[in-house]
């Protein structure tokens, strides 16, 4: 690629899953091409960003083009208030895609790629840049799921159908709906990179006990009661590890900068991650052969395709909703010590894949 390429770049604030293997692919891009800039939108924490990719090579630009689902934490969505902004960015779409389309002509980029926003692929076919998507769902398929019971999500899902019929490239990620509204679509295998295992740093850097059982809390927000946390901090021989802004003042809690330790090597780390069924935290789980806790969400349409993947690929246990907001995940906790080993390996090592398809794409431009 020519020295001057500028990749635009735009992630979803829905979860920071979306936002791990897109710097897992640009780490990827990069390391292939050492004079690419990259301007990524969306509404990352620049620690999380920078912990992953370097900083003298990408710009962070606060910018959302699209709102996912509007949630309570990482676990339970708010309906109304997500067709609420998700109706708003509708009657938005001229305006932005225009305001985009300019925005793009004034970086000089090269290629656009979405992770997994719309309105940029279609601000790409404006001004006749190649674009891609990265995936493993795609947002119209969730509100049509949800227009199933509300109407009233018909035109977003609408949207955002016509919007990825724009995108030259789909790479589809493994765990997938058939994301039947891309043209052209290419499996990559899991996105995610391995961590090291630094037990006993870790332990000496949070002060707790490295022959303990350490639970890795995979998530971003989670509205744990006092009793549940009173509940959690009895477990003996438990220590639970999170990763800041989430972050309690208890016992057997370690909560640590994203910079200090990456996120991969926490979860090499750990003995049990406890999380909700998203792309992010199983594609982690997979290529550091760890064993998840995992939180049941059944109102959610992607579960429907990361449930049997978590059956297949990991060692794995479940707790229900209201078992985990009172903090009683012990069963969950116990049963896992007994749990067979996964039943098939999930094939890994997709970033390099996913970035050398991105370069061809923005060559054959």
Not at 149 to 164: I, L, Q, S
Not at 262 to 269: C, E, I, N, Y
Not at 322 to 341: C, M, N, Q, V, W
Request: aromatic share 10%; glycine share 6%.
């Amino acid at each position: 690629m020519s020295p001057e390429t500028t990749i635009a770049w735009y992630v979803t604030p829905h979860g920071y899953g979306h936002l791990a293997r897109s710097c897992d692919i640009l780490l990827a891009w990069l390391d292939l091409c050492p004079t690419a800039r990259v301007v990524l939108s969306g509404t990352a924490f620049s620690s999380f960003v920078f912990s992953r990719l370097p900083q003298t090579r990408v710009t962070l630009r606060r910018a959302a083009f699209d709102v996912g689902l509007v949630q309570f934490d990482s676990i339970r969505a708010d309906p109304a208030a997500s067709l609420h902004a998700a109706l708003e960015l509708t009657e938005r779409r001229s305006a932005l895609v225009r305001e985009e389309a300019a925005f793009l002509r004034s970086i000089g980029a090269r290629i656009v790629v979405a992770d997994i926003p719309s309105l940029p692929l279609e601000a790409a076919a404006a001004v006749g840049l190649p674009s891609a998507a990265v995936g493993n769902f795609s947002w119209n398929w969730i509100y049509e799921t949800m227009a199933q019971g509300d109407e009233r999500w018909n035109p977003v899902a609408a949207m955002y159908r016509e919007g990825y019929a724009r995108a030259d490239l789909l790479l589809r990620l493994p765990f997938h709906e058939p994301m039947n509204a891309f043209r052209r679509r290419l499996d990559v295998p899991v996105v995610a990179l391995p961590g090291r295992r630094r037990r006993e740093e870790i332990a000496r850097a949070a002060g707790c006990d490295p022959a303990a059982r350490w639970v890795l809390v995979g998530m971003g927000t989670v509205g744990w009661s006092d009793s549940a946390l009173d509940r959690l901090e009895a477990l003996r021989d438990v220590v639970f590890l999170t990763v800041r802004p989430l972050e309690w003042r208890r016992r057997n809690f370690r909560a640590f900068d994203p910079t200090s330790f990456p996120f991969a090597d926490l979860v090499a780390s750990a003995d049990v991650v406890l999380s909700k069924p998203g792309y992010g935290i199983l594609s982690e789980c997979v290529v550091n052969d760890r064993p998840l806790v995992c939180v049941e969400r059944d109102d959610f349409p992607e579960a429907r395709v990361l449930v049997p993947a978590i059956r297949r690929y990991l060692r794995h246990a479940f707790v229900a909703q209201t078992d985990f907001y009172a903090g009683a995940i012990e069963s969950a906790l116990k049963e896992l010590r007994e749990a067979p080993p996964p039943s098939a390996r999930a094939p890994a090592g997709g970033a390099p894949i996913a970035a050398r398809a991105l370069m061809r794409l923005a060559n054959e431009a």
